[in-house]
Nanobody, 118 residues
Framework: VQLQASGGGLVQAGGSLRLSCAAS????????MGWFRQAPGKEREFVAA????????YYADSVKGRFTVSRDNAKNTVYLQMISLRSEDTAVYYC????????????WGQGTQVTVSS
């Protein structure tokens, strides 16, 4: 599956952004989806994930209560709503897909830059 992330930008601390990730396949609903991020000089880290139906969501401790992952299977799109953004949220954000839960993500989008100014 091909993934296209968008919605990044420059925002002040305390602000919000919504990232989108559009998938190329009609079988989008068969994929577990995740969001990851990579800050300069750091390794890529898990941010959030959502099950095929959208009924289950998972978050890194650092974003719980501030980020919300959701999906619209009719639109082949997964979202990441981010509020109360902090400077430490600055990173390139990637969406990813996998068919089997618990396995490695094997499809990745190109990333979208999020910059939070303090």
């Amino acid at each position: 599956v091909q993934l296209q992330a968008s919605g990044g930008g420059l925002v002040q601390a305390g602000g919000s952004l919504r990232l989108s990730c559009a998938a190329s396949e009609r079988t989008f609903s068969e994929y577990h989806m995740g969001w990851f991020r990579q800050a300069p000089g750091k390794e890529r880290e898990f941010v959030a994930a959502i099950s095929r139906s959208g009924g289950s969501q998972y978050y890194a401790d650092s974003v719980k209560g501030r980020f919300t992952v959701s999906r619209d299977n009719a639109k082949n799109t997964v979202y990441l709503q981010m509020i109360s953004l902090r400077s430490e949220d600055t990173a390139v954000y990637y969406c990813a897909a996998r068919l089997l839960d618990g396995t490695a993500y094997n499809s990745w989008g190109q990333g979208t830059q999020v910059t939070v100014s303090s």
